[in-house]
């Protein structure tokens, strides 16, 4: 289970260890928090503005189910509404009702009723930080690790199903300082322009602290299946920006991995790992 923010994250991070599972005859399950109504128009080729929430939510619906379609994976929304990424200093209030404003246990509700129907051993999610300061990536995490604590608990959540513990919580490192640095650099010896060269300089200047990586999957040959579900989205991503900015064929030479940090493990495993379901032998999870 990949439990992600908005749609389009999905697609750009764990997508191609996703679409390699899923393939594998692994059930794999995409969770959306939030519709990403709030999101902004980033391809400047869409053609048009769209201003309504709703009309948003409906396309961006519609681009959802192409991008699982093209991973091969099912998909479930959690129901909530973008919070939008406030911007300005101060910032200003975030929007009444908004998904990062939820309390945590209404908001891990849902999400805990899926994971004993749906029963994962591993569940990925965000950092603590979000992976990048957005409100509605913080409370993914939040929500993610609440339900992979509570869900296998018969005394919690006890109007949401029946116990289901999941034995492994990873955190996505698909935006670790040492890709962009190396494929940064990568570029350059290859005499290209590099996408990264403002990002290495501002993440750098924050000091961005680099996490743990424990877990590296083999992924490249489901790059094609990412890109596919990367275009699908196509009030978000500019098919001729950045995340197409690389040659899929440097890509693959420097960087044909997608890496994780094991946050907790209810198995015994030994790091580094090559895979996700390391330690487990397909008989645990049900909860006493």
């Given at each position: ?82 919070s939008g990424l406030p911007e300005g200093d101060p910032l200003p209030p975030l929007p009444p009702g908004c998904f990062a404003l939820v309390p ?14 749906f029963r994962p051993h591993v569940i990925t999610t965000y950092d603590p930080t979000g992976g990048y300061p957005h409100p509605d990536h913080i ?36 935006f670790s300082m040492n890709r962009i640095r190396s494929m940064h650099q990568a570029m350059l010896d290859a005499g290209l322009e590099s996408p ?93």
């Open positions: 289970m990949a439990v992600h923010a908005h749609p389009d994250d999905e697609s750009s991070k764990g997508a191609a260890t996703t679409a390699r599972y899923s393939a594998e005859g692994v059930e794999v399950l995409v969770v959306s928090c939030t519709g990403g109504e709030r999101g902004s128009i980033l391809n400047p080729s869409y053609g048009r503005d769209i201003t309504d929430l709703d009309e948003m939510r409906q396309v961006r619906t519609v681009e959802m189910a192409e991008a699982a379609q093209a991973l091969g994976v099912q998909h479930r929304w959690l129901g909530f509404v973008d945590l246990e209404e908001a891990a509700a849902p999400l805990v009723e899926l994971v004993r129907d409370m993914t995490h939040r929500v993610a690790k609440e339900a992979f604590h509570a869900a296998g608990d018969s005394d919690r959540y006890r109007d949401r199903g029946q116990p289901w513990e999941p034995l492994k919580l990873y955190y996505n490192h698909d990264f060269g403002d990002w290495v300089e501002s993440r750098a200047a924050r000091e961005i602290p680099e996490r743990e990586v424990t877990t590296r999957i083999a992924c490249s040959d489901y790059f094609d299946a990412r890109d596919g579900a990367l275009r699908a989205h196509a009030t978000q991503i500019d098919p001729d920006g950045f995340f197409f900015a690389i040659p899929r064929d440097l890509e693959i030479e420097m960087w044909p991995v997608e890496e994780y940090e094991l946050a907790e493990s209810r198995v015994a495993t030994t790091t580094p790992e090559d895979d996700l379901f390391a330690g487990i032998t397909g008989n645990e999870g049900l909860s006493a």
